[in-house]
């Protein structure tokens, strides 16, 4: 039964993003939509109120929104389903095919947990986007995958352009496009660029043609926008956006390419999940607790070079031993040259490019996010003390912009990699050193006004690691006699709360 299989379908979209499966009214909700009922018919046949139904419904269409990259609402979303479940139809069939090559094989490693990207890559795809971005941090595995998933695409032929690592000496766009007409498409190339252009797209019209540029960040400004010495590349992006032409172009970049004119879509990669590791370490027959697989992988945040890289280490120094590994580099995950490049140059090209992004960064590295785990928009304010208010957000939007700040649902936090980075540059300044984690403090003591729970002590208690970093003592000390309303309505310090709730532990330790 069709339904059945979309209740699926969205159930796998949902546990993706929550960790949850459908409850029996999110269910109920997709089987009656689909058969074109509306909310109070749901809800006489449910049993709840109307309302209830209809902020059931509004959720799901919000988390599929983000799941299938397109706005979803009660009235389209049959029509949306059915376009999915013939991408993920097309995705089992490419999954089998890889399975059956083996882990060693180049096609498993490249696909290797990427079912869901290759399916929201196809769907984008079946909507008629002709460019679509391809966003993540540096060894992501965005290249790996927009290689082997143009390959599946059963194009024609697959053109690339590679972009330089450096801006001077990215190639120009005429260059690009008369190599493409001369080598690749038998075509000759006009005289002027114009011609050139108009001739690639009558070609492009006709033809079935994968296309990857790779590498874009190079070529873009600080606020995500070409430079102006290789602004030509935008004739070339509106004629590969235009809906005429018959080719898939996909971009890979660490940064957001924000030129409003161009007709595009960005999917932002994530790291590759537990699942993928284990299986991947399985195959290097890599041994280890499941325990110290899951803290590399955290601290790595499913980084797919960086899972390559930790891979290779272990079976040249750690004969394939997992846990003497975690052992020994749990305090400095840096420490191998190769992942420690990962994050140097793209921080060095944030500090070329906006100063007090960069320096915003560094003071986020500060935060343990331990029992905070996810920083308020206010976290990130009181790190601001030195830009003019209404600049914040264009600071903050410069980090999500270049895939080094996490963001979801109005919090944020660094990864692993980056934060020990960032920590480790601020330390080298004493005074930004100090001034940071005062202001963290202060902010974590001043947002806990009252302890209705052990997870708001344990916050509050964060100000405390805070001030011992920098060896304030007295101040580490008036955390734990800062006196608050706690849940039975009793004016306490933190330290005789914590005591009533039964939270000794970090307590004697502080």
Same mark, same amino acid.
């Given at each position: 039964?069709?339904?059945t299989?979309?209740?699926?379908?969205?159930? #796998?979209?949902?546990?993706?993003?929550?960790? *949850?499966?459908?409850?029996?009214?999110?269910?109920?909700?997709?089987?009656?939509?689909?058969?074109g009922?509306?909310?109070?018919?749901?809800?006489?046949?449910?049993?709840?109120?109307?309302?209830?139904?209809?902020?059931?419904? %509004?959720?799901?269409?919000?988390?599929?929104?983000?799941?299938?990259?397109?706005?979803?609402?009660? %009235?389209?979303?049959?029509?949306?389903?059915?376009?999915?479940?013939?991408?993920?139809?097309?995705?089992?069939?490419?999954?089998?095919?890889?399975?059956?090559?083996?882990?060693?094989g180049?096609?498993?490693?490249?696909?290797?947990?990427?079912?869901n990207?290759?399916?929201?890559?196809?769907?984008?795809?079946?909507?008629?986007?002709?460019?679509?971005?391809? #966003?993540?941090?540096?060894?992501?595995?965005?290249?790996?995958?927009?290689?082997?998933?143009?390959?599946? #695409?059963?194009?024609?032929?697959?053109?690339?352009?590679?972009?330089?690592?450096?801006?001077?000496?990215?190639?120009?766009?005429? %260059?690009?496009?008369e190599?493409?007409l001369?080598?690749?498409?038998? +075509?000759?190339?006009g005289?002027?660029?114009?011609?050139?252009?108009a001739r690639?797209?009558?070609?492009?019209?006709?033809?079935?043609?994968?296309?990857?540029?790779?590498?874009?960040?190079?070529?873009?400004d600080?606020?995500?926008?070409?430079?102006?010495?290789?602004?030509s590349?935008?004739?070339?992006?509106?004629?590969?956006? =235009?809906?005429?032409?018959?080719?898939?172009?996909?971009?890979?970049?660490?940064? @957001?390419?924000?030129?409003? +004119?161009?007709?595009?879509?960005?999917?932002r990669?994530?790291? !590759?999940?537990?699942?993928?590791? *284990?299986?991947?370490?399985?195959?290097?027959?890599?041994?280890?607790?499941?325990?110290?697989?899951v803290?590399?992988?955290?601290?790595?945040?499913?980084?797919?070079?960086?899972?390559g890289?930790?891979?290779?280490?272990? *079976?040249?120094?750690?004969?394939? =031993?997992?846990?003497?590994?975690?052992?020994?580099?749990?305090?400095?995950?840096?420490?191998?040259?190769?992942?420690?490049?990962?994050?140097?140059?793209?921080?060095? *090209?944030l500090?070329n490019?906006?100063?007090?992004?960069?320096?915003?960064?560094?003071?986020?590295?500060?935060?343990?996010?331990?029992?905070?785990?996810q920083?308020?928009?206010?976290?990130?304010?009181?790190?601001?003390?030195?830009?003019?208010?209404?600049?914040?957000?264009?600071?903050?939007?410069?980090l @999500?912009?270049?895939?080094? !700040?996490?963001?979801?649902?109005?919090?944020?936090?660094?990864?692993?990699?980056?934060?020990?980075?960032?920590?480790?540059?601020?330390?080298? %300044?004493?005074?930004?050193?100090?001034?940071?984690?005062?202001?963290?403090? =202060?902010f974590?003591?001043?947002?806990v006004?009252?302890?209705?729970?052990?997870?708001?002590?344990?916050?509050?208690?964060?100000?405390?690691?805070?001030?011992i970093?920098?060896?304030?003592? =007295?101040?580490a000390?008036?955390?734990?006699?800062?006196?608050?309303?706690?849940?039975?309505?009793?004016?306490?310090?933190?330290?005789?709360?914590?005591?009533?709730?039964g939270?000794? #532990?970090?307590?004697?330790?502080?």
């Open positions: 039964m069709e339904v299989a979309v209740i699926a379908l969205v159930n #796998q979209a949902v546990y993706a993003q929550t960790n *949850r499966h459908l409850s029996d009214l999110q269910q109920a909700t997709i089987a009656k939509v689909w058969e009922k509306k909310y109070h018919e749901i809800a006489d046949e449910y049993g709840c109120t109307e309302g209830h139904a209809k902020d059931t419904g %509004s959720l799901l269409w919000k988390l599929l929104s983000k799941a299938w990259g397109k706005k979803v609402t009660k %009235s389209n979303f049959r029509s949306l389903s059915k376009l999915q479940l013939e991408s993920a139809n097309k995705l089992n069939f490419f999954s089998e095919v890889i399975e059956q090559e083996g882990v060693a180049a096609a498993r490693k490249s696909f290797l947990g990427r079912k990207a290759i399916a929201t890559l196809q769907n984008l795809i079946s909507q008629g986007c002709k460019v679509i971005v391809l #966003q993540g941090e540096g060894g992501i595995g965005k290249t790996t995958l927009a290689q082997n998933f143009l390959e599946i #695409q059963d194009f024609e032929l697959t053109l690339e352009v590679l972009m330089a690592k450096e801006t001077e000496n990215i190639i120009s766009v005429a %260059s690009v496009i190599e493409w001369q080598r690749d498409l038998g +075509e000759d190339s005289k002027e660029f114009g011609v050139t252009l690639l797209k009558r070609y492009l019209e006709h033809h079935r043609v994968g296309i990857l540029i790779d590498n874009l960040e190079p070529a873009l600080k606020d995500g926008k070409l430079v102006q010495e290789h602004r590349y935008i004739e070339l992006l509106r004629i590969l956006a =235009d809906p005429k032409v018959k080719s898939t172009t996909i971009i890979t970049s660490r940064d @957001r390419f924000c030129e409003a +004119e161009i007709d595009l879509e960005h999917y990669l994530t790291g !590759l999940d537990l699942a993928a590791w *284990r299986q991947y370490f399985a195959a290097c027959q890599i041994e280890g607790k499941a325990r110290a697989v803290k590399i992988h955290r601290i790595y945040g499913g980084n797919a070079k960086a899972m890289i930790v891979c290779g280490i272990l *079976r040249e120094d750690y004969e394939g =031993d997992a846990d003497r590994y975690w052992k020994e580099n749990c305090h400095d995950p840096l420490a191998e040259a190769d992942l420690k490049n990962l994050v140097v140059s793209q921080l060095d *090209r500090q490019l906006d100063e007090r992004a960069y320096l915003l960064l560094c003071r986020l590295g500060c935060y343990r996010y331990q029992d905070l785990t920083i308020p928009q206010a976290g990130l304010f009181c790190l601001l003390w030195d830009v003019p208010r209404p600049r914040y957000r264009q600071v903050i939007k410069s @999500r912009n270049r895939s080094l !700040l996490e963001f979801s649902q109005g919090k944020y936090w660094l990864h692993p990699m980056v934060r020990g980075e960032a920590r480790a540059r601020l330390y080298r %300044s004493p005074q930004e050193w100090q001034k940071t984690h005062h202001q963290i403090a =202060d974590i003591t001043n947002s006004d009252k302890i209705n729970s052990i997870q708001d002590a344990l916050i509050a208690l964060e100000a405390y690691y805070h001030y970093e920098t060896s304030d003592y =007295d101040l000390a008036k955390v734990i006699l800062h006196g608050r309303e706690n849940q039975w309505g009793q004016f306490l310090t933190l330290g005789t709360t914590m005591y009533r709730l939270i000794i #532990q970090p307590l004697l330790t502080a």
